[in-house]
């Protein structure tokens, strides 16, 4: 598909927002301040034990023993230990000697955890993560997000002390069993699950419990499936000792100041894949990069409007187009307000959380805000919004290959077109470009990827940026209106037929473009097959 060729124009403006009130591993710490900021993942240490849900003994056997490790850890206020890490990868995947490490945790929410290269402090409102090696320290603030993303140490630790709900702890996973092993003379139960995501990855925990209901070792297994290859499988173990109940601490332990000669490091740094590529057109690229931001470096605040469309075979590009007002303000608020063909939706980080706010159905989800950039990823920001946050705008390219720079006209205006190649985690690759006028504003953003050999293209066109935007400090708030419903309270049963009721009718189009009825089949067996295509 041809990349240069310029999006249909902007038919209508976005409409105003409608003025809603209302980095080592980034560790254990990470866990211990977010995965308890949900009113569904609290449980007091007093509250009467929670039951599985089923009969399956593997599972009521699994659960009942983790609630027995939490009971016995809510009887300490901190806690410390000492953590030898291991880990391997390849097909045959085994344990080796690693790094050791030491934590403490004390409730309601601090955790230290020290390496001979590293320190990370979780002081209730903010993570610090320090390098000694490099001199360098990144704070972050707290969220449920960074939890989700990162891989954390023995975060399995951290969820029992802070009393995390078993029965959410285990709800997605299977194959749940009891076995019994040595630590040396030690007789333990180990305690089998695993688990899957949408990327499919597989992960298979294994946690050795000791008479006491102390966890004394944890291994988890993780096997990724990468496109024209065999599977990446990695081993991890943690083997924990020294576990001390209330020990003595120091004032500062929870505690951390920069030194003054010390660098701060970016989130976009550490999480930057690969190196920057080197080459004239890279080089060439970076620069144009930097002039992009170079216009944006003097203001406080930016606002602007982007069109985007879907091509590609079996996609209606008029059913794909969305429409999208972008109000960003230093240091890290945000509001996209979406409009597209399956509704209003509207994203919102107001410097502490991240909202998805849906109007019409009157639902919203809050999760944990780190750097704006960071936390909108789920967001898909483009390039523009990254520039206007990040502090080094050549990493947009790191990690990428074949970078490339031409001249081409949109409409009459001449434009610098920068290309480049991005790799995923899973192995599949996309060809983006950005098109930058010579007044170094942005014109248009493409994405395209190739998916079971059709080949599909993302155009998102930029309408006007005002850099003299000054945003009511309302529009960066959400406070959940009476009668509106969290997402993360909707159960997984939410919206289902009840067994045994009537099933409504509905009628669709069969593959000889012929409409069906389910009525039809009433009282003759039927098998409904349900898939995605995109």
């Known amino acids: 598909m041809d990349l240069r060729r310029p999006m249909p124009p902007i038919s209508e403006s976005i409409p105003p927002p409608r003025g809603h009130r209302s980095v080592s591993r980034l560790l254990i710490a990470v866990l211990a301040v977010s995965v308890f900021s949900s009113p569904r993942a609290l449980r007091g240490a007093g509250e009467q034990d929670s039951q599985p849900a089923g009969s399956d003994p593997g ?25 030898n890490v291991g880990q391997s990868g390849g097909e045959d995947a085994r344990p080796f000697a690693g790094k050791k490490a030491r934590y403490a945790l004390k409730r309601p929410n601090l955790v230290r955890e020290e390496r001979s290269d590293s320190l990370a402090v979780a002081d209730g409102k903010v993570i610090w993560s320090y390098r000694r090696d490099q001199n360098s320290y990144t704070p972050i603030h707290h969220s449920e997000y960074m939890f989700a993303v990162t891989l954390v140490d023995v975060k399995l630790v951290a969820q029992l002390f802070f009393g995390g709900d078993v029965t959410l702890m285990l709800d997605k996973q299977r194959d749940l069993s009891l076995q019994k092993d040595k630590i040396g003379d030690i007789e333990c139960d180990v305690l089998c699950w695993k688990g899957s995501n949408r990327q499919g990855m597989t992960t298979a925990h294994r946690i050795w419990i000791d008479g006491q209901c102390l966890p004394r ?12 290859g065999p599977a990446h499988v990695t081993l991890a173990t943690y083997e924990i000792s020294e576990l001390a109940f209330n020990p003595s601490l120091a004032a500062g332990t929870f505690v951390f100041t920069p030194p003054k000669d010390a660098r701060e490091r970016t989130l976009i740094e550490i999480n930057s894949r690969g190196e920057m590529p080197e080459s004239p057109e890279a080089r060439k690229a970076q620069e144009i990069l930097e002039a992009v931001q170079g216009t944006l470096k003097a203001i406080e605040a930016i606002e602007y409007a982007l069109e985007s ?14 429409r999208r007002r972008i109000q960003a303000q230093r240091p890290g608020l945000a509001r996209f307000d979406d409009v597209s063909p399956r509704g209003e939706r509207i994203y919102l980080l107001d410097g502490e959380w991240m909202w998805t706010i849906a109007p019409a159905g009157k639902t919203y989800r809050r999760s944990g805000q780190m750097d704006p950039y960071l936390s909108a990823r789920g967001v898909n920001p483009e390039p523009y919004f990254r520039l206007f946050f990040e502090k080094n705008p050549t990493r947009l390219l790191a990690g990428c290959r ?28 996309r060809r983006l470009s950005f098109w930058v006028d010579d007044a170094r504003r942005p014109v248009q953003y493409t994405r395209e990827w190739n998916y079971q050999d059709k080949t599909y293209v ?9 850099l003299a935007a000054k945003p009511d400090s309302e529009v960066f708030k959400f406070a959940p209106p009476a009668g509106w419903t969290d997402e993360a309270e909707i ?19 069969d593959l000889d473009g012929k409409k069906v009825g389910f009525s039809d089949f009433r009282g003759k067996p039927l098998l409904l097959m349900f898939w995605f295509y995109g």
């Open 59 to 83: 599972r009521r056997q699994v659960h009942q023993r983790l609630e027995a490790v939490v009971k016995v850890l809510s009887k300490a206020e901190a806690i410390a230990f000492d953590l």
């Open 491 to 509: 159960g997984l049963d939410h919206g289902l037929i009840a067994v045994g009721s009537p099933a409504p009718d509905f009628e669709a189009t």
């Open 309 to 322: 469309h879907m091509e590609g075979e079996g996609i209606n590009p008029k059913k794909s187009a969305s």
């Open 217 to 228: 070792r944890i291994e988890r297994r993780t096997e990724r499936n990468v496109l024209d």
């Open 402 to 429: 074949d970078v490339k720079v031409s001249r081409s006209k949109w409409g009459e205006k001449e434009c610098d077109v920068i290309e480049w190649t991005e790799t995923k985690d899973h192995g599949s690759e």
């Open 458 to 466: 993302e155009r998102v066109r930029y309408g006007p940026a005002n």
